[in-house]
């Protein structure tokens, strides 16, 4: 089995409506798509007739990547976490200690991870550097520049 992986419900809602998407929708188009260029003729020459069925393979991949995922995923009671260390799900506010910014990030599961919207992954450096930490600690998390310090100023659930 693959690697457990914690998710909120939205996160898992995310997961399985992307994989019912892939499976009712596209893989009968991937379908239709090779039953129309095999209607073409001659497959041996047919470069729409190999795309599709590359297409397929590549569809069929993911579904395969999804429910692998979904099989080892685990939904998070958050009520249950302790708001006193930094967790998946927590969101942390950090302060660099050498030019003094200020940053707040989520930590989520990797398929959850959006940087833009301050979502960063446990797996990430910084997540896996944080993890533990409580407010007032500092978290040394290696860049490939060398070290970087951050206090932590403040630890939350949403």
Do not use: C, W
Not at 103 to 118: C, F, H, I, N, R
């Amino acid at each position: 089995m693959g690697k457990v992986s914690y998710y909120t419900a939205e996160g898992l809602k995310k997961l399985r409506d992307e994989l019912n998407q892939l499976k009712d929708v596209e893989r009968p188009k991937a379908s239709q798509a090779i039953a129309e260029a095999r209607d073409k003729g001659d497959l041996s020459e047919n470069a729409e007739y190999d795309a599709a069925k590359e297409a397929q393979g590549m569809l069929e991949m993911r579904i395969s990547k999804l429910e692998e995922t979904l099989a080892g995923a685990r939904l998070i009671d958050e009520s249950q976490l302790d708001t006193s260390k930094v967790l998946v799900h927590s969101t942390v506010k950090i302060k660099n200690q050498v030019n003094g910014a200020e940053m707040t990030y989520k930590l989520v599961a990797q398929s959850e991870a959006d940087l833009k919207t301050g979502k960063i992954s446990v797996d990430s450096p910084i997540g896996k550097g944080l993890l533990g930490k409580q407010v007032g600690d500092v978290a040394e998390i290696q860049v490939p520049n060398g070290t970087v310090k951050f206090d932590v100023i403040e630890i939350k659930r949403d």
